[in-house]
């Protein structure tokens, strides 16, 4: 087995299909397919399961990828201190959803570098399916993620994930503060019928994000952008309404106001640090407690 093939094996797994890791890698989907054809071939046994959604780690690529990760950090480690990278140096791999990086992360990164200097956190965005996944390619060490209601397991694979609350919040209505809303604490969801929403692009795994859950009709997106502070400075030009956890609060630009909607469900979304299964190495217990003490002391 090639070091190549196992850097394959990671990648597809992280990223959920062979044209996603194509295109992190520089291959073609035809070259991923055959270098995954042939370390199939050396180990004897499916590694995928290929689905309409993309593919899915078989139990015996499950069990690959978990030596895979090993052997591959290894060498990763070998060349950070052959390249004099690593002295007295300890690397956490940390991945957050957009929203949380606004806040949570930013002021848990900052406590950090007071309390542990030594420690080095390197950090990416990505959906809550994508670093799960990434999490489970052991391409990350931890991650921040978002769940609603009813609050499943982040995937449905074993040995089950570790997952922890951080944080729990209402999801509210970011409006400008001039115009038809202006000057409101609520609104109801049969106000919301007709209003142009400003939302993120949703995936097969991953629904629309932005626009108010359970709207009657064909919701009318009229801008359509990945990030959080894109989004609400799109809001208070006036341009459109989006959803906004309340512990965003802290970040609205002028112009934005939030407005809770007074019927429909009660939607709340969850801030999880999931992690592999097992205790956790003492620096990533570091940047737990970080996150933690962050999102306890938060209004």
């Known amino acids: 087995m090639s070091t190549t093939s196992l850097r394959v094996l990671r990648e597809v797994a992280e990223r959920g299909s062979f044209s996603a890791a194509a295109v992190e890698l520089g291959y073609t989907q035809s070259g991923i397919s055959r270098q995954v ?68 992360v930013p002021q848990a990164l900052k406590a950090l570098r007071l309390r542990a200097p030594g420690l080095a956190v390197t950090t990416r965005e990505g959906t809550t399916p994508a670093l799960v996944r990434a999490v489970r390619a052991g391409s990350l060490d931890l991650a921040v993620v978002t769940a609603r209601p009813p609050f499943r397991p982040p995937d449905d694979e074993l040995p089950a994930l570790e997952v922890e609350t951080l944080a729990e919040a209402r999801l509210l209505v970011a409006v400008p503060a001039a115009g038809r809303f202006a000057g409101r604490t609520s609104v109801e969801v049969a106000e919301l019928a007709d209003v142009d929403w400003i939302a993120s692009p949703g995936t097969g795994s991953e629904p629309l994000l932005g626009v108010w859950p359970g709207l009657a009709g064909r919701p009318r997106v009229a801008h359509s952008a990945k990030d959080w ?10 341009c459109g309404l989006t959803t906004i956890p309340a512990n965003l609060a802290p970040v609205l630009p002028e112009g934005v106001q939030m407005l809770e909607v007074t019927d429909g469900t009660d939607e709340r979304r969850r801030l999880l640090a ?26």
């Open 37 to 104: 054809a042939v370390l199939e071939q050396e180990v004897g046994h499916r590694l995928f399961e290929r689905r309409t959604a993309g593919v899915r780690l078989t139990p015996a690529g499950q069990a690959l990828l978990r030596h895979a990760a090993v052997v591959l950090d290894e060498l990763e480690a070998a060349r950070r201190e052959l390249a004099g990278e690593s002295a007295g140096r300890t690397e956490v791999r940390l991945g957050a959803i957009i929203s949380a990086g606004a806040v949570l």
């Open 229 to 238: 502070l894109t989004k609400l400075h799109l809001v208070a030009a006036g």
């Open 274 to 299: 999931v992690r592999p299964p097992g205790d956790p190495a003492p620096a990533i217990e570091a940047v737990l407690r970080a996150l933690r003490d962050v999102a306890r002391n938060a209004p």
